[in-house]
């Protein structure tokens, strides 16, 4: 039974094309985080959510648009792909917030789903 | 703005070779987290660091913590090709911020 999958794994799309990405994780986490991966493997965090509350945004065109409808799942929509959005989109799932105060908070990352925009 | 820095970015060593991986941030932070992504594939935790001087084990890999000097090394003893991957280090601050990452390949 996979943790934290994500659905589709590859998306190939028109550029000005609209796209959502799912997630869901059975591990009974209150935090979600969405995560791209550029060509260059370099990870950056885009969002995060604690119990279905949006409590990390970054700097991220308002094209990405997060939506959480329960505290298992976790969505990303994007509208109007442009090229430079092409990337691995991972989703992780943790028992808490990161930076909090206590002990170790291990991010569960799903496989990713790669997208591509032509 | 938080800043974590891994180097080398690649490496190449052959098997049996000893190496370290060294991962330094720019802030006070006592949680340091190494993961190793295997190419196409998701992300895996390897080692969870919580205190200044904490050092775990597992297998031919060993992590270390230095709050003070901001550094955490993963140490590769006697390398296998089993071990070829990309390792992240990872400073909790806000979030899980990432080092651009070790691609390692290990030759015969």
């Known amino acids: 039974d996979t943790a934290v999958s994500q659905t589709p794994k590859y998306l190939v799309t028109q550029m000005g094309n609209d796209k959502s990405i799912k997630c869901e994780q059975n591990?009974?986490?209150?935090?979600m985080y969405w995560y791209k991966q550029d060509s260059k493997k370099f990870l950056k965090i885009m969002f995060s959510y604690n119990n279905k509350e949006l409590i990390i945004n970054e700097t991220v065109p308002n094209r990405f648009s997060p939506k959480s409808p329960d505290k298992a799942h976790l969505n990303l929509h994007i509208n109007s792909l442009e090229l430079g959005d092409s990337a691995v989109y991972f989703c992780a799932s943790s028992q808490a917030p990161s930076g909090g105060s206590s002990g170790a908070n291990v991010l569960t990352f799903g496989a990713g789903s790669r997208l591509t925009v032509l | 703005e938080l800043k974590v820095e891994q180097n080398p970015l690649f490496l190449s060593m052959q098997e049996g070779k000893n190496y370290t991986i060294y991962c330094n941030y720019s802030t006070t932070s006592d949680r340091l987290y190494w993961y190793r992504q295997d190419p196409g594939k998701s992300l895996e935790s390897l080692f969870v660091l919580l205190s200044n001087g904490a050092v775990k084990q597992e297998g031919r890999l060993m992590a270390s913590l230095d709050t003070k000097a901001r550094l955490s090394t993963l140490h590769i003893t006697a390398a296998v090709h089993d071990l070829s991957a990309t390792y992240f280090c990872a400073v909790d601050q806000y979030a899980l911020n990432f080092g651009k990452g070790t691609s390692l390949l290990v030759t015969p």
């Open positions: 591990l009974g986490h209150d935090t």
